[in-house]
Nanobody, 126 residues
């Protein structure tokens, strides 16, 4: 049974930083594609960062340089570091795990290809 629990969200001023965490249970996350997504009001859920089983990371062009995804296998925890935050980054942030074990390639999959989701953590930038 996969369970993902996010934390670390909050309110931050423009230009500030946040570090989100996602503690996973059920299996070793290093075996799977893992991703961070966000739901901004009035927009579809979108990918923020992805990490593959070989630690290769992928980011959408719009966020490159401002976000960093990392994984701690010993703690079975996924992280998202966000810097230079802007009001447009305000939204609910989710971590997600693909349903199948990683089998090569990057992990920039669509929302539908991620099967397990946390409850989300709210980020507000003002």
């Amino acid at each position: 049974h996969v369970q993902l629990v996010e934390s670390g969200g909050g309110s931050v001023q423009v230009g500030g930083s946040l570090r989100l965490s996602c503690v996973a249970s059920g299996d070793i996350i290093g075996r799977y594609c893992m991703g961070w997504f966000r739901q901004i009001p009035d927009k579809e859920r979108e990918g923020v960062a992805y990490i593959a089983g070989n630690d290769v990371t992928t980011y959408p062009d719009s966020l490159k340089g401002r976000v960093t995804i990392a994984r701690d296998d010993a703690k079975n925890t996924l992280y998202l570091e966000m810097n230079n935050l802007r009001p447009g980054d305000t939204g609910m942030y989710y971590c997600a795990q693909a349903g199948r074990t990683w089998n090569g390639g990057d992990c920039q999959y669509s929302v539908q290809q991620y099967d397990y989701w946390g409850q989300g953590t709210q980020v507000t930038v003002s």
